[in-house]
């Protein structure tokens, strides 16, 4: 009741106010009233609600602090807004929202705000495990993309858009190293910021990551049309955090490095496609280091790289860059034992899961990208490379490597212009200029080695030879030619190639094998379509080989060759013509070269070789009748003239030799050694000329081989355990004529078609048998030398009891004398010989003869004389006490009938005749005089006949206990040599 009297009270004081009061009290309380709702009663409340529908349209806890409504400025602010994820961790939010809206928006018809300031927004994206975004649930389905693209942008103005010390946290979960990255402080400032048609705002932010990296942009945006054009800078990119996101799909890590890419840009969606224009883009590259997953050890440390000028046209698909440019860059490359290269391994990309292997392809490819690049110069560069595939392992350097690129086309045609110059393990240098082209691969290219030492390729040589490279430089000035069209490269070469100075040695005897001073190899050409090389002039200054036998008897060639494992056989065992290299060598000339061959198996040692080797082959071809004619002069050990002449064929399928080899005047004491080793004698003195002749045609060889010694005399006796037992002095004796001279010839043939044919061997089995045959069966040897059939020669016939030569044994001994006139160091050795049996009988009845015959020295043949027999008669009854003869011989036959008187008395004769030879006493003494007296015979008939010297015939003690051969008795003769 006193609450109603008080309204009327105050409604009859209201009545008294005027107007003006009136209205004044009445605005001050509407506005009081508009006050307090919106200071103290509408924050609450849109607080409440606004918290409950985020909580339900995003699904999440969500968190405000505080909401300030000013209803004066028509401004709002929030404070500490936070939305969780379902995990609890903050998702999004901000420490302040602050939202001016101007009234302004009633005659614009567009929603203006004076300004929208966000302080310290917060935003945490993540990746799940299962490669969904934690924002993902949150994203619009099919339908509602449908109906938002169907609607048009809301008209808005903000006029200044703030947001300040913004942070994003960015995480990945799917990957197998799990990643997150920070930006940190990160401020933006718009200007006009619209979506208005045709209008654009000036936009400009800035934001720093955790590392320091900052990204900075200044340009204007607009909504309605979409389109924006301005700068855009990142700066102190940290190529590492690059890597950490990225190092499950690479083979290789990023120790440390920083980037810069910075340029100005244009994007339009206006037309039907977007368009992308990228001015002036530039890339710094700084302090990049590179290395291997595992390892601390540097593939790439790149100081510097700066790539400008740089143009993008998205629709043009076109790349224009005017200069890339770097320097002070090391390379360490490492190949390893299968042959693969690390820098290919580390760059190649890790092959992704399944579902990501099939990537869509291009449907047209001919609308690809072009780029063109105006410069690139690179300087100082460095390429190490560890070769493990060899062993032991190679090492190359190229350093310093400086190199010029121009007009670089790719996508394009075009030759870009290339100059390189490159150092080569400290020493040589390889340079290189002229055009190429990428697009389709082609170069035109001058190509210069200037000393490149070939010795750093010497662990490649292991695998085929073992030789030891000790010195040795490449000159190389030439031009190549490569082009690609279609499916098969076209190479051409032509130039001129030196090697200087090369020395290359024999591990296992530790002695050099190959030298020259300078071989040259001028005028080369090589093209691959057809397969053609051809040569000039290879010419060879002090050109020096050296062949030694070690002292296990092996010769350095034979374990030059590493053994290999066979390779394949394949269906054809040469190839077609149309791919069988050809080769031409218009001359090879060498000059002042030498070569040389020792033995070091040998006591004392063994050394010999050709010097003041010169002279030229000409026309050397690999097709089948090219004959190149070779013309080569030196000497033996300075002083013994070498000539080789002829014509051969060695690069053609069937090699073909017709080639004469002379050699005169060579010492022969020069082979004392193998004398003194394997005959037993060291060589006193003597010359040697050979004249070989040889002929190789379809794989057959015929040599002629025409040795000829001159005084060869025998010194020194040596012993030792491989000295044979041949009667070498007799063996020289035989084959040395009246002159001094020893004149053979050897005829070898082989086919080198049979696999255990060879050549050496075969010429020293030949010679060997020669003089196997003149030491084992001289007087053969002798028969030859004469014509004569030689065995007939090795004795003398004589009848038994007898040491008279008949007419045919004094012939042979005529041929015998002949011979030995022609041989003056034989010495013919005469054994008296008799046959104890057959000598015996023959001197019995030789005495018995003598005594009864009328005449002493009669012929014991022919039939007795009366008288005779008388003789006969007595000398039996003498011999034998008075016994009748005629007691031996019965007077009548088996039938008993009486023989005739002459008949009877020739038998009984008959029989006491050879009763008394065998009761006649023959003595040792008879018959070694007997045989003294047939080698004295035969030695008078060979002085005095046979014009032999006296003291070259030799009677050796007599041998009486020999055997008769078909009734004769043979005495050997035997050869020596003094």
């Known amino acids: 009741m006193l609450h109603i009297k008080s309204y009327f009270r105050v409604g009859r004081t209201l009545a008294l106010w005027s107007w003006p009061s009136r209205i004044t009290a009445i605005v001050s309380i509407l506005i009081a009233l508009y006050a307090g709702i919106g200071f103290l009663a509408l924050p609450p409340l849109v607080k409440t609600r606004l918290i409950k529908t985020l909580s339900e349209r995003t699904g999440r806890n969500v968190e405000l602090n505080r909401l300030r409504i000013n209803p004066f400025s028509l401004s709002t602010t929030l404070q500490k807004l936070s939305i969780y994820d379902p995990d609890g961790s903050r998702f999004i939010g901000f420490d302040e929202l602050y939202i001016n809206f101007q009234t302004s928006s009633l005659f614009r018809w567009t929603y203006t705000f004076a300004q929208l300031r966000l302080t310290a927004p917060y935003i945490c994206v993540k990746i799940r495990k299962d490669k969904t975004f934690n924002f993902q649930d949150l994203l619009p389905s099919t339908n509602d993309k449908s109906k938002t693209q169907q609607r048009s942008l809301v008209p808005l103005l903000i006029q200044r858009l703030i947001i300040d010390h913004g942070q994003t946290i960015f995480e990945d979960y799917s990957r197998t190293t799990p990643f997150r990255e920070e930006i940190n402080d990160v401020s933006i400032s718009f200007q006009n910021f619209t979506t208005r048609p045709n209008r654009e705002g000036l936009y400009e932010f800035e934001a720093i990551t955790g590392h320091g990296e900052a990204l900075k942009y200044r340009g204007n945006i607009s909504m309605s049309p979409l389109y924006s054009k301005g700068r855009l800078e990142l700066s102190g990119i940290k190529l590492r955090s690059l890597w950490s996101y990225l190092q499950d799909q690479l083979n290789f890590k990023i120790t440390r490095g920083e980037l810069d890419i910075s340029g100005d840009y244009e994007f339009d969606a206006t037309g039907e496609t977007p368009d992308i224009l990228v001015q002036q883009g530039k890339i710094d590259v700084r302090s990049l280091t590179v290395a291997e997953k595992g390892s601390d050890e540097e593939i790439i440390a790149l100081p510097h790289l700066i790539m400008s000028g740089t143009d993008i046209d998205f629709r043009k698909k076109s790349v224009k860059v005017n200069h890339v440019q770097s320097g002070s860059t090391t390379i360490n490359a490492v190949r390893d034992e299968d042959g693969s290269m690390n820098l290919f391994a580390l760059f190649r990309p890790k092959p992704g899961k399944e579902e990501d292997k099939t990537l869509p392809s291009?449907?047209?490819?001919?609308?690809?990208?072009?780029?063109?690049?105006?410069?690139?110069?690179?300087?100082?560069?460095?390429?190490?490379?560890?070769?493990?595939?060899?062993?032991?392992?190679?090492?190359?350097?190229?350093?310093?490597?400086?190199?010029?690129?121009?007009?670089?086309?790719?996508?394009?045609?075009?030759?870009?212009?290339?100059?390189?110059?490159?150092?080569?393990?400290?020493?040589?240098?390889?340079?290189?200029?002229?055009?190429?082209?990428?697009?389709?691969?082609?170069?035109?290219?001058?190509?210069?080695?200037?000393?490149?030492?070939?010795?750093?390729?010497?662990?490649?040589?292991?695998?085929?030879?073992?030789?030891?490279?000790?010195?040795?430089?490449?000159?190389?000035?030439?031009?190549?030619?490569?082009?690609?069209?279609?499916?098969?490269?076209?190479?051409?070469?032509?130039?001129?190639?030196?090697?200087?100075?090369?020395?290359?040695?024999?591990?296992?005897?530790?002695?050099?094998?190959?030298?020259?001073?300078?071989?040259?190899?001028?005028?080369?050409?090589?093209?691959?379509?057809?397969?053609?090389?051809?040569?000039?002039?290879?010419?060879?200054?002090?050109?020096?080989?050296?062949?030694?036998?070690?002292?296990?008897?092996?010769?350095?060639?034979?374990?030059?060759?590493?053994?290999?494992?066979?390779?394949?056989?394949?269906?054809?065992?040469?190839?077609?013509?149309?791919?069988?290299?050809?080769?031409?060598?218009?001359?090879?000339?060498?000059?002042?070269?030498?070569?040389?061959?020792?033995?070091?198996?040998?006591?004392?040692?063994?050394?010999?070789?050709?010097?003041?080797?010169?002279?030229?082959?000409?026309?050397?071809?690999?097709?089948?009748?090219?004959?190149?004619?070779?013309?080569?002069?030196?000497?033996?050990?300075?002083?013994?003239?070498?000539?080789?002449?002829?014509?051969?064929?060695?690069?053609?399928?069937?090699?073909?030799?017709?080639?004469?080899?002379?050699?005169?005047?060579?010492?022969?004491?020069?082979?004392?050694?193998?004398?003194?080793?394997?005959?037993?004698?060291?060589?006193?003195?003597?010359?040697?000329?050979?004249?070989?002749?040889?002929?190789?045609?379809?794989?057959?060889?015929?040599?002629?081989?025409?040795?000829?010694?001159?005084?060869?005399?025998?010194?020194?006796?040596?012993?030792?355990?491989?000295?044979?037992?041949?009667?070498?002095?007799?063996?020289?004796?035989?084959?040395?004529?009246?002159?001094?001279?020893?004149?053979?010839?050897?005829?070898?043939?082989?086919?080198?078609?049979?696999?255990?044919?060879?050549?050496?061997?075969?010429?020293?089995?030949?010679?060997?048998?020669?003089?196997?045959?003149?030491?084992?069966?001289?007087?053969?040897?002798?028969?030859?030398?004469?014509?004569?059939?030689?065995?007939?020669?090795?004795?003398?016939?004589?009848?038994?009891?007898?040491?008279?030569?008949?007419?045919?044994?004094?012939?042979?001994?005529?041929?015998?004398?002949?011979?030995?006139?022609?041989?003056?160091?034989?010495?013919?050795?005469?054994?008296?010989?008799?046959?104890?049996?057959?000598?015996?009988?023959?001197?019995?009845?030789?005495?018995?003869?003598?005594?009864?015959?009328?005449?002493?020295?009669?012929?014991?043949?022919?039939?007795?004389?009366?008288?005779?027999?008388?003789?006969?008669?007595?000398?039996?009854?003498?011999?034998?006490?008075?016994?009748?003869?005629?007691?031996?011989?019965?007077?009548?036959?088996?039938?008993?009938?009486?023989?005739?008187?002459?008949?009877?008395?020739?038998?009984?004769?008959?029989?006491?005749r050879k009763r008394l030879i065998e009761k006649y006493p023959v003595s040792e003494d008879d018959l070694r005089t007997l045989a003294r007296k047939r080698a004295e015979s035969i030695k008078d008939f060979m002085v005095h006949q046979g014009g032999i010297a006296e003291p070259r015939v030799f009677l050796l003690d007599v041998n009486t206990k020999a055997s008769a051969l078909n009734g004769e008795i043979r005495m050997p003769l035997a050869l020596d040599a003094h």
């Not at 200054?541 to 002292?551: A, E, S, V």
């Not at 290999?564 to 269906?571: D, F, G, H, R």
């Not at 031409?584 to 010999?608: E, K, W, Y």
């Not at 080639?659 to 060291?682: C, D, W």
Request: hydrophobic share 40%.
């Open 362 to 912: 291009d449907p047209n490819p001919s609308t690809g990208w072009v780029f063109s690049i105006g410069k690139i110069e690179i300087a100082d560069y460095a390429l190490h490379m560890k070769d493990h595939s060899t062993k032991p392992v190679a090492n190359l350097d190229l350093s310093p490597i400086n190199m010029k690129l121009e007009d670089v086309q790719i996508g394009a045609p075009g030759l870009a212009r290339i100059e390189l110059e490159a150092g080569f393990n400290q020493t040589g240098m390889i340079t290189i200029a002229g055009n190429g082209a990428i697009d389709h691969p082609a170069v035109d290219l001058n190509v210069e080695l200037s000393k490149v030492l070939i010795k750093p390729f010497q662990p490649y040589c292991e695998r085929y030879v073992r030789l030891v490279i000790e010195d040795g430089a490449v000159t190389t000035n030439g031009h190549i030619n490569y082009s690609q069209a279609g499916g098969s490269p076209d190479i051409h070469f032509q130039g001129d190639i030196a090697i200087e100075s090369a020395r290359i040695t024999d591990p296992v005897l530790a002695g050099d094998i190959l030298r020259c001073e300078r071989l040259d190899l001028q005028q080369v050409q090589y093209q691959n379509s057809p397969d053609l090389l051809t040569i000039n002039e290879i010419i060879a200054r002090g050109l020096y080989t050296d062949i030694i036998i070690g002292p296990d008897r092996t010769a350095n060639v034979q374990h030059i060759l590493v053994s290999a494992e066979p390779l394949p056989e394949k269906s054809e065992s040469r190839g077609t013509a149309a791919h069988r290299l050809s080769v031409q060598i218009g001359q090879v000339s060498v000059t002042d070269s030498s070569m040389n061959f020792a033995d070091h198996s040998l006591t004392p040692r063994f050394a010999t070789g050709i010097q003041d080797l010169n002279g030229t082959i000409k026309g050397l071809s690999s097709e089948q009748l090219a004959r190149a004619e070779i013309n080569l002069k030196g000497y033996v050990d300075k002083y013994a003239p070498v000539t080789i002449q002829g014509k051969i064929n060695p690069l053609s399928d069937q090699a073909f030799t017709d080639i004469n080899m002379n050699f005169q005047g060579i010492e022969l004491t020069t082979f004392s050694s193998y004398s003194g080793k394997f005959a037993g004698y060291k060589i006193e003195k003597g010359k040697l000329t050979l004249g070989l002749h040889y002929k190789l045609s379809e794989k057959i060889l015929i040599g002629e081989n025409h040795i000829v010694m001159d005084q060869f005399t025998l010194g020194e006796k040596v012993d030792g355990p491989d000295v044979t037992k041949l009667p070498v002095r007799l063996a020289i004796a035989i084959l040395k004529d009246s002159r001094g001279i020893i004149d053979i010839n050897l005829p070898v043939r082989g086919d080198l078609n049979d696999p255990k044919f060879r050549f050496g061997p075969l010429i020293l089995k030949t010679l060997v048998n020669l003089i196997v045959k003149a030491a084992t069966a001289p007087f053969k040897m002798l028969g030859a030398l004469v014509g004569s059939e030689g065995e007939e020669l090795s004795f003398v016939s004589f009848a038994p009891g007898s040491d008279s030569l008949s007419q045919e044994q004094q012939a042979k001994l005529s041929r015998l004398a002949k011979a030995l006139a022609n041989r003056p160091q034989l010495r013919l050795d005469l054994r008296g010989t008799a046959v104890e049996a057959a000598d015996r009988q023959a001197i019995a009845e030789q005495a018995i003869m003598a005594g009864i015959r009328a005449q002493k020295d009669a012929a014991s043949e022919g039939t007795l004389t009366e008288e005779e027999q008388k003789r006969l008669h007595k000398l039996y009854r003498e011999t034998f006490k008075k016994d009748d003869p005629r007691d031996l011989v019965s007077p009548t036959d088996a039938q008993g009938i009486k023989l005739p008187r002459d008949v009877y008395k020739a038998a009984v004769a008959e029989a006491a």
